[in-house]
């Protein structure tokens, strides 16, 4: 059996064809002939049999080192042969007339190929029996053991075929199982070629299966066989395997030698695609040992080989690798973008586990910029393409990186569950390095726990990586720290260098200026996270869109607490000096990000709008969300190769003072690691002072919020709550409170109704003294606009008949009394159908407007850009329309005042708490350009609105008109003055928003 002629014959390519077509004749009788076929091009292959010959024949079309497709001539679609291994496989094609087909290579990428084609014109029993088999592999296989030698052979083809569709199945341990059977049918039958491929399927699905030392033995018996079949290809390809395999067991040096040596391997043999994944492969190990500069260069020897010689998994594979070197080096622009191209090549490649592997990529980049939420959107969303008993290894990745955000959310049992299991897996698979970064992982949450755990024992045999080995010292630095062994921690971190990556640089800044400000130079502590803060807002600066730039800007949080803490330490004499602490406040805060940039790109979000509109008001049997997948594309989209730095003008020291009246204060409230800070800025000078510890402001936030939102709080409990919030937030000070109270405050503490609070030494709530603005640290790009036209935009509908957005018929009525209160205003009122994206863009954008919007309006807590504002369904649509802040605050907006009468628009929908959160839909606005921002934290009253609209535009319009400010607390007290509003549930959520100018 093994000299027939349709059994593997190899054959090197008999050159290369120039021809887009190549004919060739086939008659009976004529033996079985080798057919090159170019790249690019196909083989006609023409029966000619005799006149009257009604002879059954079969036609055989083996590959020959190249995967083939074919097709009868004048059908559409070509058909892939289905007799697998791969590279290796045989159509039959049972013929009973003359007939065209059409040869081709199945990829448009790699060398030449080559198909071996026999005609059997009289077919014998032997001959038919495997062209039916060749035709039916989705049957049963044969016994082990078949009787005849065609049963054999057809029993190995059918059990490939079924190992190669548990792959598909993504079924690893089964198919590992089913294609090592399969190399001893092969090896029954003398096929050693084939037998070597069968040997591959086992390699690659025991690594699948996370069973690495079987990996390593089946990938070593193959490349053997392979070598002895003369199948260069397959002997690389089982290199390919061992090298991964040596990667999971922790064998680093071997694994390097081994990836070092296969691109080189490939590209002699002409397989550019392969080459490409060798530079990928070699890459992402070289970046996960830390050997950034060998990363570097393989990704930049991969980017010499012709995009059209690759695969789409292979394009994805090299995307990752690029990705994650961007985001080590803090490239967020870079690694957006890499990170989407190469979920979209897995998307095309179909290659689910794939997607998972960039789903946590982006998780972790998420993670790193303290966008935990978002994170946790995209750990889920991977878990959904992990099966644990398919993907064991990936799982457990998914795992400890879940740990880490429930960590950073503050949920430590549920932290130490994941990366216990996480770190349980890894002990099952050998993962020794993973394992023991698991272990370090649980060591470094029980120390923020205030509990010291011996460090974990170095795997044995494994010598540590160097991110490893700096991740380690970290802890171990931190944990003397703890136990005030500051020489000690000195000690352990001196030999460090300076980290390639951008996260653990902020780790090693944050620990070293911890030893120097708890050892003999404090002051130098505040230098470093100077300079660190530097780095990080200049990153911040070049990521892209407005929401990135935020995001990315929400580290700063971190190391504003650490400077503020060492700040408090110092003796009075050796604090920097008000310049100094003034530049730090502003540089630190994330919100001076969402200033619009001319350099940009604008972002067209109404893919995203659509999509979040779809998934917040789906039936719960619909498919898990995707919102979070279209939003990182958005970003992905508007990124460009090299963005130029965004450096929105902040206010000035200089121009706070000269500009703030006497009766004013402008306060900034900050967090140290113990304590929220009042830094109020006056006409004098800076004053800096302690409030309520962190607990006390988190246990007083919770509590206030909760009765403050809800009508029915007893006035004991609400009074209560009040005072506790009131003394947490601000510190005791003789001065009375001021008229005008100007806040600079981050997003974390951006969700709270100041108005409602009660000044130090005060019985009565701020809005009976005071008018409060949430102030944006940035200045306004143009001069105060003159006044300009009214526009009310009102959405009366409901959305589409859900319960979620009811009818809104008192809108009707809003538009008129806004009316009605500015006689002397030109006003346009649009509604429902009228009210559509591009009118309230075009409103937003107009010089010195006053925008009045009256619709439903929503939050998903802690998400950027999940808020947004509900319009009227569009004709033909069954739902209402979702416009989110992403599509208005990159684009010009030169209103003078916007009033958004819409539930929650004025917070993030997010606990209070000490590190930001994403942007709201107001303050967004403000930083895109609108002078005044009057928006609710919380659900408004319909009932209540008849009182504070017209008071508002009444104050606004008066013969002796006031700021915005003072207006809206007019509104507020008329409420209060009116016995069915009293409660601050009606009138406290109301909030301004603005510059300071």
């Not at 079985?32 to 196909?42: A, L, Y």
């Not at 059918?158 to 341990?173: G, M």
């Not at 040992?289 to 930049?300: F, H, I, P, V």
């Not at 502003?586 to 893919?607: C, F, G, K, N, Y």
């Given at each position: 059996m093994a000299a027939a002629p349709f059994l593997p014959l190899l054959l090197m390519l008999c050159g290369a064809l120039h021809a887009a077509e190549h004919r060739?004749?086939?008659?009976?009788?004529?033996?079985?002939?080798?057919?090159?076929?170019?790249?690019?091009?196909?083989?006609?292959?023409?029966?000619?049999?005799?006149a009257g010959d009604a002879r059954t024949a079969v036609l055989m079309i083996e590959e020959l080192g190249r995967d083939l497709e074919w097709r009868f001539a004048g059908e559409v679609a070509y058909r892939s042969i289905d007799a697998r291994p791969p590279r290796l496989g045989i159509a039959a094609l049972t013929l009973s007339a003359n007939a065209d087909i059409q040869v081709r290579p199945a990829t448009p990428y790699g060398r030449s190929a080559a198909a071996m084609v026999t005609l059997h014109c009289a077919a014998d029993a032997d001959i038919l029996?495997?062209?039916?088999?060749?035709?039916?592999?989705?049957?049963?296989?044969?016994?082990?053991?078949?009787?005849?030698?065609?049963?054999?052979?057809?029993?190995?083809?059918?059990?490939?075929?079924?190992?190669?569709?548990?792959?598909?199945?993504?079924?690893?341990?089964?198919?590992?199982?089913?294609y090592s059977v399969a190399a001893q049918q092969w090896q029954s039958v003398a096929d050693t070629a084939r037998q070597s491929a069968a040997m591959l399927g086992v390699a690659e699905q025991r690594i699948r299966a996370g069973q690495f030392e079987q990996a390593a033995g089946a990938a070593v018996q193959a490349r053997e066989l392979a070598r002895s079949a003369r199948q260069d290809y397959f002997a690389a390809r089982a290199e390919a395997e061992r090298c991964m395999a040596l990667h999971s067991l922790d064998r680093g040096a071997d694994a390097q030698g081994c990836y070092d040596a296969l691109p080189a391997i490939y590209a002699t043999a002409g397989e550019?695609?392969?080459?490409?994944?060798?530079?990928?492969?070699?890459?992402?190990?070289?970046?996960?040992?830390?050997?950034?500069?060998?990363?570097?260069?393989?990704?930049?020897?991969?980017?010499?080989?012709?995009?059209?010689?690759?695969?789409?998994?292979?394009?994805?594979?090299?995307?990752?690798?690029?990705?994650?070197?961007?985001?080590?080096?803090?490239?967020?622009?870079?690694?957006?973008?890499?990170y989407q191209k190469a979920l979209s090549a897995y998307e095309a490649a179909r290659r689910p586990r794939w997607q998972a592997n960039t789903l946590l990529r982006i998780a972790e980049l998420y993670h790193m910029l303290g966008a935990h939420a978002e994170a946790t959107l995209f750990v889920d969303d991977a878990f959904r393409r992990l099966p644990e008993d398919e993907a064991p290894s990936r799982v457990a990745t998914a795992l400890r990186l879940r740990g880490r955000l429930r960590a950073a959310a503050g949920n430590l049992s549920g932290a130490m569950e994941d990366v216990e299991r996480a770190g349980a897996l890894f002990r099952r698979l050998g993962m020794g390095l993973a394992a023991y970064e698991s272990q370090l992982d649980t060591v470094?949450?029980?120390?923020?726990?205030?509990?010291?755990?011996?460090?974990?024992?170095?795997?044995?045999?494994?010598?540590?990586?160097?991110?490893?080995?700096?991740?380690?010292?970290?802890?171990?630095?931190?944990?003397?720290?703890?136990?005030?062994?500051?020489?000690?921690?000195?000690?352990?971190?001196?030999?460090?260098?300076?980290?390639?990556?951008?996260?653990?640089?902020?780790?090693?800044?944050?620990?070293?200026?911890?030893?120097?400000?708890?050892?003999r130079h404090p002051a130098a502590a505040l230098g470093t996270l100077d300079q660190a803060m530097l780095h990080l807002a200049d990153a911040a600066s070049r990521s892209g869109a407005a929401p990135l730039r935020h995001i990315t800007g929400l580290r700063l949080l971190g190391l504003r607490q650490d400077w503020l803490t060492y700040y408090m330490a110092l003796p009075m004499l050796q604090r920097p000096g008000e310049e100094a602490l003034?530049?730090?406040?502003?540089?630190?805060?994330?919100?001076?990000?969402?200033?619009?940039?001319?350099?940009?790109?604008?972002?067209?979000?109404?893919?995203?709008?659509?999509?979040l509109s779809a998934e917040l008001l789906r039936p719960a049997d619909l498919p898990p969300p995707a919102s979070h997948r279209s939003l990182w594309s958005l970003y992905a989209g508007a990124a460009t190769a090299s963005a130029p730095p965004h450096a929105p003008k902040p206010p000035t020291l200089a121009g706070v003072r000269a500009q703030l009246p006497a009766d004013d204060e402008f306060l900034i409230l900050a967090f140290s690691a113990t304590h929220l800070l009042n830094v109020a800025v006056r006409t004098d000078g800076i004053e800096v002072l302690s409030a309520g510890t962190v607990r006390e402001f988190e246990a007083a936030s919770k509590d206030f919020l909760r009765a403050v939102a809800d009508p029915n709080t007893a006035p004991m409990q609400l009074a209560l709550a009040t005072d506790a919030l009131s003394r947490a937030l601000f510190a005791p000070r003789d001065r009375p409170p001021p008229q005008h109270l100007r806040l600079m405050v981050d997003e974390g503490l951006a969700g709270i109704p100041y108005s409602a609070l009660l000044w130090p030494g005060q019985a009565q709530p701020l809005v009976e003294t005071t008018a409060v603005t949430i102030v944006q640290p940035t200045q306004p790009a143009t001069a105060q606009p003159a006044p300009g036209p009214v526009f009310i935009l009102a959405s009366t509908a409901d959305g589409g008949a859900r319960a979620e957005l009811p009818a809104l018929p008192a809108a009707v009525m809003e538009s008129r009394r806004v009316e009605a209160a500015?006689?002397?205003?030109?006003?346009?009122?649009?509604?429902d159908a009228q009210f559509d994206r591009t009118a309230l863009q075009l409103a937003l954008a107009t010089p010195g407007a006053w925008v009045h919007i009256a619709a439903h309006g929503t939050v998903r807590p802690g998400l950027q850009g999940y808020a947004g504002l509900w319009l009227t369904p569009r004709a033909g649509d069954a739902d209402a329309e979702l416009v989110s802040w992403l599509d208005l605050a990159d684009r010009p907006i030169a209103a003078e005042l916007v009033v958004l009468n819409a539930c929650q628009l004025g917070g993030n929908g997010a606990q209070a708490g000490r590190f930001g959160g994403a942007a709201n839909f107001a303050s967004a606005l403000s930083a895109g350009g609108a002078t005044h921002v009057i928006a609710a934290l919380w659900p408004v009253s319909d009932a209540a609105t008849s009182t504070w609209v017209p008071a508002l535009y009444t104050a606004l319009d008066a013969a002796t008109p006031v700021n915005p400010a003072q207006a809206l607390r007019s509104a507020q007290r008329a409420m209060r003055q009116n016995r069915l509003f009293r409660h601050p549930y009606y009138w406290a959520s109301l909030v301004h928003v603005g510059h300071f100018r």
């Open positions: 060739a004749g086939l008659r009976c009788g004529q033996e079985p002939h080798p057919f090159p076929i170019e790249t690019g091009s196909e083989l006609l292959l023409q029966i000619d049999r005799d029996a495997l062209a039916r088999c060749l035709n039916t592999l989705t049957q049963p296989v044969y016994a082990p053991s078949p009787a005849g030698p065609t049963q054999r052979i057809c029993a190995a083809w059918r059990t490939h075929a079924q190992a190669s569709r548990l792959s598909q199945a993504e079924r690893p341990v089964e198919s590992a199982d089913m550019l695609n392969d080459a490409a994944n060798a530079y990928a492969n070699a890459a992402s190990f070289a970046l996960e040992r830390g050997d950034y500069a060998r990363g570097r260069r393989y990704l930049e020897r991969a980017a010499t080989i012709e995009p059209q010689s690759v695969s789409a998994f292979v394009t994805g594979n090299l995307q990752l690798a690029q990705g994650k070197l961007a985001a080590l080096d803090g490239r967020i622009l870079d690694g957006a973008r890499h470094d949450m029980r120390l923020h726990d205030g509990e010291i755990l011996p460090l974990p024992a170095h795997p044995s045999g494994v010598t540590l990586t160097p991110r490893l080995t700096q991740r380690t010292a970290f802890v171990r630095a931190r944990q003397a720290l703890h136990n005030g062994e500051v020489e000690l921690a000195q000690q352990v971190i001196a030999g460090e260098r300076a980290p390639g990556t951008f996260d653990d640089l902020f780790s090693l800044t944050r620990t070293r200026a911890a030893i120097e400000a708890r050892g003034w530049t730090m406040l502003i540089r630190s805060h994330p919100s001076r990000l969402l200033a619009p940039s001319a350099a940009m790109p604008v972002l067209d979000a109404e893919s995203f709008d659509r999509q500015l006689p002397g205003r030109a006003v346009s009122a649009l509604r």
